[in-house]
């Protein structure tokens, strides 16, 4: 047998990182170990085939790379084949052969960071699929090119440094990597530091990465982080690069690190349970038991994405107590790998080292144990129309079974339906009514009404869930708006006043009550010749009279809607009051009785107010026969020669009010006793002011004396006069506008002194002589003499 592996390795191609297939000829007994020898006995010596190397990346398709012969058959007589990775196997038809050639051929662009060598099997058979030689091995080495850049395994590196620390200390490392041959340039990394500010107090390790100090003067209190910008750059530092930042920060120092007794800590506790200690972590300190120096405090680094545990330090041991916040479920972990590290409150020294074990992994095993069901929305909220009828469908409030690994039913219950309003599905939890609940019910809290739902699972012993069914009951709009005020006043002349304003309740809940829409009575159209109304806001409205209108007692007739759905509306009366006004507004004196008249007065009121008014006058008669008995004895010495009272024959004969209901009229008693008259009105404050009276202002009045002549008696009662007509608090004496009105075209003449003199002096007095005795001696007083 014979073969010749044809293996021309060029200088320029070896240069090159190819190999190049060419056929050498060497003695039969080296190449072609499947040949028997002539010597007596048959030796079998192993074919070895030296590896063959390409580049990765190479473009030039197909390339060979070496070519098999063998020597059993003549040439076209041996058919040739390879299997293996790359060619019947994945990555398949990188790799092809010549099956009457032998030559081996590469077809596709390799990559040595996915596969750096391929080993491949070849065969030589004869035509008719008879195996000339033993199977043999054929390695295909793939050579590196400078084709990645460093990576940097986290974009910043953390570390921490004593303040103080002397130049050299260890700070942290950085490691990059490079996908390319480790054993070539193109991974041989070096580390730079691009930036750290000014001093240059930090220097890394351009072979290993490690960062340490290089100066004296690290002080947290001036400088508490520095962050330093880090390169990496293969080919030895001239090639490809990547850059990544340190953050350093300096710590305080005590002279002693706390660091735990074991590296590994084993735990064990039971799911679904929260506030429970798991177990305790011990550490060493050398410093002072109890000093902040000693106290350790522990951090969960890894592990407790959630924040299920928590770590507190036992002030009198030192230990870190492990306990379970929130209830560990161990159908989703069975176990907690955590790394935890542990520090002192106080910082360390200066020449204090660091700790060895400064972290520790605790494991913990979570424990099976029935579970109670969960309740997917708890509470429920959900709402329906007050006054729903029984068998209306409320909600569905069902629960499911946290424990997934057994096979459990669930049914539900009531446990708390003050009004047994509710029914509920044993197996479904399906809710529903049984009963029209009352809106008067005490357990219908702002239109909310609760329940409590039990769910439960047929375990030993079983587990219970709660879960709170609140039900919004709806408003319905069944109630019409109400007026309030029913009644009111407005000035008769439209550009006086600020109208009637005009309010709205409402017994139902929002939103079927305001905003409020306010409308005269559609029904009787003639309403807006006369009455305006505008809104002012959602619950109230202003009445308005269009222009002057007859004054008294008018009813109109509004209607009233509310903005519920559907809307209410309802017709009401309104008595409204039209009044004269004065120039702020307000109804004036004179008008009061109208207002009064013109409101209604229930018949069982009126009966009690004139019985009462009946009942004084009777007790009041008595009384006033004998003071005016005593007054007329009291007069007489007064005016010799007079038999009767001048003033009370005035009073009693032609005084002439408003009747009953005026009581604004002018009171006799400021011509009888003045003085006493105004010791009683001096508190009452400043009285309301006539406009009539000359420049609308009460002019002060002296003290007057009591006549104490017959003589004095007409001045006394001139200046009485003059002073009824001058008070602008209160109407004059004889003016008309006390009196009602009872029409036009009387044949008398006006007894008003509004529009005359202030003095007598153009009044004609001699007409009362004509009137009989009494009246002349009044003549004789104000006539002329």
Same mark, same amino acid.
């Given at each position: 047998?014979?073969?010749?592996?044809?293996?021309?390795?060029?200088?320029?191609?070896? *240069?090159?990182?190819?190999?190049?297939?060419?056929?050498?000829?060497?003695?039969?007994?080296?190449?072609?170990?499947?040949?028997?020898?002539?010597?007596?006995?048959?030796?079998?010596? +192993?074919?070895?085939?030296?590896?063959?190397?390409?580049?990765?990346?190479?473009?030039?398709?197909?390339?060979?790379?070496?070519?098999?012969?063998?020597?059993?058959?003549?040439?076209?007589?041996?058919?040739?084949?390879?299997?293996?990775?790359?060619? @019947?196997?994945?990555?398949?038809?990188?790799?092809?052969?010549?099956?009457?050639?032998?030559?081996?051929?590469?077809?596709?662009?390799?990559?040595?960071?996915?596969?750096?060598?391929?080993?491949?099997?070849?065969?030589?058979?004869?035509?008719?699929?008879?195996?000339?030689?033993?199977?043999?091995?054929?390695?295909?080495?793939?050579?590196?090119?400078?084709?990645?850049?460093?990576?940097?395994?986290?974009?910043?590196?953390?570390?921490?440094?004593?303040?103080?620390?002397?130049?050299?200390?260890?700070?942290?490392?950085?490691?990059?990597?490079?996908?390319?041959?480790?054993?070539?340039?193109?991974?041989?990394?070096?580390?730079?530091?691009?930036?750290?500010?000014?001093?240059?107090?930090? #220097?890394? @390790?351009?072979?290993?990465?490690?960062?340490?100090?290089?100066?004296?003067?690290?002080?947290?209190?001036?400088?508490?982080?520095?962050?330093?910008?880090?390169?990496?750059?293969?080919?030895?530092?001239?090639?490809?690069?990547?850059?990544?930042?340190?953050?350093?920060?300096?710590?305080?120092?005590?002279?002693?690190?706390?660091?735990?007794?074991?590296?590994?800590?084993?735990?064990?506790?039971?799911?679904?349970?929260?506030?429970?200690?798991?177990?305790?972590?011990?550490?060493?300190?050398?410093?002072?038991?109890?000093?902040?120096?000693?106290?350790?405090?522990?951090?969960?680094?890894?592990?407790?994405?959630?924040?299920?545990?928590?770590?507190?330090?036992?002030?009198?041991?030192?230990?870190?107590?492990?306990?379970?916040?929130?209830?560990?479920?161990?159908?989703?972990?069975?176990?907690?790998?955590?790394?935890?590290?542990?520090?002192?409150?106080?910082?360390?020294?200066? =020449?204090?080292?660091?700790?060895?074990?400064?972290?520790?992994?605790?494991?913990?095993?979570?424990?099976?144990?029935?579970?109670?069901?969960?309740?997917?929305?708890?509470?429920?909220?959900?709402?329906?129309?007050?006054?729903?009828?029984?068998?209306?469908?409320?909600?569905?409030?069902?629960?499911?079974?946290?424990?997934?690994?057994?096979?459990?039913?669930?049914?539900?219950?009531?446990?708390?339906?003050?009004?047994?309003?509710?029914?509920?599905?044993? +197996?479904?939890?399906?809710?529903?009514?049984?009963?029209?609940?009352?809106? =008067?019910?005490?357990?219908?809290?702002?239109?909310?009404?609760?329940?409590?739902?039990?769910?439960?699972?047929?375990?030993?012993?079983?587990?219970?869930?709660?879960?709170?069914?609140?039900?919004?009951?709806?408003?319905?709009?069944?109630?019409?708006?109400?007026?309030?005020?029913?009644?009111?006043?407005?000035? #008769?002349?439209?550009?006086?006043?600020?109208?009637?304003?005009?309010?709205?309740?409402?017994?139902?809940?929002?939103?079927?009550?305001?905003?409020?829409?306010?409308?005269?009575?559609?029904?009787?159209?003639?309403?807006?010749?006369?009455?305006?109304?505008?809104?002012?806001?959602?619950?109230?409205?202003?009445?308005?009279?269009?222009?002057?209108?007859?004054?008294?007692?008018?009813?109109?007739?509004?209607?009233?809607?509310?903005?519920?759905?559907?809307?209410?509306?309802?017709?009401?009366?309104?008595?409204?009051?039209?009044?004269?006004?004065?120039?702020?507004?307000?109804?004036?004196?004179?008008? +009061?009785?109208?207002?009064?008249?013109?409101?209604?007065?229930?018949?069982? =009121?009126?009966?009690?107010?004139?019985?009462?008014?009946?009942?004084?006058?009777?007790?009041?008669?008595?009384?006033?026969?004998?003071?005016? *008995?005593?007054?007329?004895?009291?007069?007489?010495?007064?005016?010799?020669?007079?038999?009767?009272?001048?003033?009370?024959?005035?009073?009693?004969?032609?005084?002439?009010?408003?009747?009953?209901?005026?009581? @604004?009229?002018?009171?006799?008693?400021?011509?009888?006793?003045?003085?006493?008259? =105004?010791?009683?009105?001096?508190?009452?404050?400043?009285?309301?002011?006539?406009?009539?009276a000359p420049f609308s202002r009460v002019r002060p009045q002296p003290p007057r004396m009591l006549p104490t002549s017959p003589a004095d008696i007409a001045d006394f009662i001139n200046d009485g006069l003059e002073v009824a007509d001058s008070d602008p608090s209160v109407p004059p004496y004889d003016t008309a506008l006390i009196y009602d009105y009872e029409g036009d075209g009387s044949v008398a003449g006006t007894?008003? *002194?509004?529009?005359?003199?202030?003095?007598?002096?153009?009044?004609?007095?001699?007409?009362?002589?004509?009137?009989?005795?009494?009246?002349?001696?009044?003549?004789?007083?104000?006539?002329?003499?």
């Open positions: 047998m014979d073969i010749a592996l044809l293996l021309a390795l060029g200088l320029l191609a070896q *240069s090159l990182g190819l190999s190049l297939g060419v056929s050498v000829q060497k003695r039969p007994s080296i190449l072609f170990p499947w040949q028997r020898a002539a010597a007596p006995g048959r030796v079998r010596r +192993a074919w070895v085939i030296p590896p063959i190397s390409v580049s990765e990346n190479h473009k030039r398709l197909p390339y060979p790379l070496v070519q098999i012969k063998s020597d059993k058959q003549p040439l076209g007589s041996v058919i040739y084949s390879i299997q293996g990775p790359g060619v @019947d196997e994945e990555p398949q038809g990188v790799f092809s052969i010549d099956k009457f050639t032998g030559k081996v051929f590469l077809n596709a662009m390799l990559d040595r960071e996915k596969t750096d060598r391929f080993r491949l099997r070849a065969f030589a058979l004869d035509l008719g699929g008879a195996t000339l030689e033993e199977p043999t091995d054929l390695e295909i080495v793939v050579v590196d090119q400078n084709d990645n850049r460093p990576v940097f395994r986290q974009e910043a590196f953390t570390g921490r440094v004593l303040e103080g620390a002397v130049p050299g200390t260890y700070v942290t490392r950085a490691e990059a990597t490079d996908a390319d041959d480790p054993e070539t340039d193109n991974a041989a990394l070096r580390y730079s530091i691009l930036e750290q500010g000014s001093p240059q107090l930090f #220097s890394i @390790d351009e072979h290993t990465g490690d960062i340490r100090t290089v100066q004296v003067g690290l002080d947290r209190e001036v400088v508490a982080v520095y962050n330093l910008t880090l390169q990496a750059a293969d080919m030895s530092g001239d090639g490809l690069t990547a850059t990544a930042s340190a953050i350093i920060t300096l710590e305080d120092i005590n002279d002693n690190a706390p660091g735990f007794t074991g590296d590994e800590f084993f735990m064990e506790v039971t799911e679904a349970v929260s506030g429970v200690d798991v177990g305790r972590l011990e550490v060493e300190d050398r410093d002072l038991p109890g000093s902040p120096n000693w106290a350790a405090r522990f951090t969960i680094l890894e592990g407790d994405p959630d924040g299920h545990f928590a770590i507190r330090t036992d002030p009198r041991t030192n230990e870190g107590v492990l306990s379970v916040l929130k209830p560990l479920d161990y159908e989703h972990c069975e176990q907690y790998d955590l790394t935890v590290e542990v520090q002192n409150e106080a910082p360390l020294q200066a =020449a204090a080292p660091r700790a060895e074990r400064g972290q520790a992994r605790v494991h913990v095993q979570v424990q099976d144990v029935n579970e109670a069901p969960v309740f997917q929305e708890n509470p429920l909220r959900t709402s329906l129309p007050e006054g729903a009828l029984p068998g209306t469908p409320v909600a569905s409030f069902s629960a499911q079974d946290p424990d997934t690994q057994q096979l459990q039913r669930l049914s539900y219950s009531k446990d708390y339906d003050p009004e047994d309003w509710l029914q509920v599905d044993r +197996a479904t939890g399906w809710v529903q009514t049984q009963r029209v609940l009352s809106p =008067a019910s005490p357990f219908l809290k702002d239109g909310w009404y609760r329940a409590i739902i039990l769910a439960f699972d047929n375990a030993s012993p079983p587990r219970t869930a709660t879960g709170t069914l609140s039900i919004e009951i709806l408003e319905v709009n069944d109630h019409a708006p109400e007026l309030s005020p029913p009644s009111g006043s407005v000035c #008769s002349k439209p550009d006086q006043g600020s109208g009637l304003l005009l309010g709205a309740t409402d017994e139902d809940l929002p939103p079927h009550g305001a905003p409020f829409h306010f409308q005269l009575s559609p029904l009787v159209p003639e309403l807006t010749q006369n009455w305006s109304i505008s809104q002012i806001n959602v619950s109230h409205a202003r009445l308005r009279l269009r222009h002057q209108v007859q004054e008294g007692l008018h009813r109109l007739s509004l209607l009233l809607r509310d903005s519920g759905q559907p809307p209410q509306q309802r017709e009401q009366p309104l008595n409204v009051t039209v009044c004269r006004c004065g120039q702020d507004g307000a109804c004036l004196p004179g008008a +009061a009785a109208r207002r009064a008249g013109g409101a209604g007065v229930s018949l069982g =009121a009126l009966v009690i107010v004139l019985a009462s008014v009946i009942l004084l006058l009777l007790l009041a008669l008595p009384v006033a026969l004998v003071t005016r *008995s005593r007054q007329q004895s009291g007069d007489k010495g007064l005016l010799h020669g007079l038999h009767d009272d001048l003033r009370d024959n005035i009073l009693n004969y032609d005084e002439q009010g408003g009747g009953e209901e005026d009581q @604004d009229a002018y009171d006799i008693n400021q011509l009888r006793h003045p003085t006493e008259l =105004a010791a009683l009105r001096a508190p009452l404050g400043r009285p309301p002011l006539r406009r009539d007894l008003s *002194s509004i529009l005359s003199s202030l003095g007598d002096e153009d009044q004609d007095y001699s007409c009362l002589r004509d009137w009989g005795p009494r009246f002349a001696r009044l003549a004789d007083l104000y006539g002329p003499p």
